[in-house]
Each structure stands twice: as C-alpha cells, then as structure tokens.
C-alpha cells in the first residue's frame, strides 16, 4: 500500500473516531441510545464504504486491505454500542435501580 494511501485510510479513520465521540455526547445518560450505533453504522455506509470502493475501483486497496478496513469501521460501531450499554448500567446502577 502506498504511503498516500495508508494517510489517507488513517485520515478516515480519525473521522470514524469523531463521529463515535459525538454520539457518544447524543446519547441520554439513563437510555433510549439504542438508535445511534444504527446510524452510526449507516453514516459509515454512506460516507465511507463509497470512498473507499472507489479506492479499490482505482487499485490503490487490495480486497484484504479493504476488509481489515472496514472491519476496524465497524468495530467501532460495536464499541459504541458497549459504551453506550455501560453508561446506562452505570447510571440506572447510580440511582439504584
């Protein structure tokens, strides 16, 4: 892989990371987060799987590259939805519930 590639991918990456924080800042501290890793997961879908089928349409990305890479996108998706599930335990267990 090409140096301007893997910047590129890393540049992704930073974004996907971002966008996690800001939905962590959405969620409700005592639930009803249970939508946001869903859209999450569909901002990743339309923002970065184009981009980066055309990074494979171009040949820069391999098909293992560009499923290492879209698997580290979605597991973000499933941290979010663990951090989201231990905020609200955290907080139900705060209030004694």
Excluded at 2 to 24: A, P
């Amino acid at each position: 892989m090409e140096e301007e590639v893997r910047k590129e991918l890393e540049t992704l990456k930073g974004m996907v990371l971002n966008w996690k924080k800001d939905y962590l800042g959405w969620a409700p501290p005592d639930g009803g987060w249970e939508y946001l890793p869903r859209e999450f997961m569909e901002e990743i879908d339309e923002h970065i799987s184009p981009y980066i089928r055309r990074m494979w349409e171009c040949e820069y990305l391999t098909p293992p590259e560009i499923r290492e890479f879209m698997e580290s996108c979605y597991s973000q998706v499933e941290d979010l939805r663990n951090t989201l599930g231990e905020m609200e335990a955290k907080e139900l267990s705060a209030k004694g519930g």
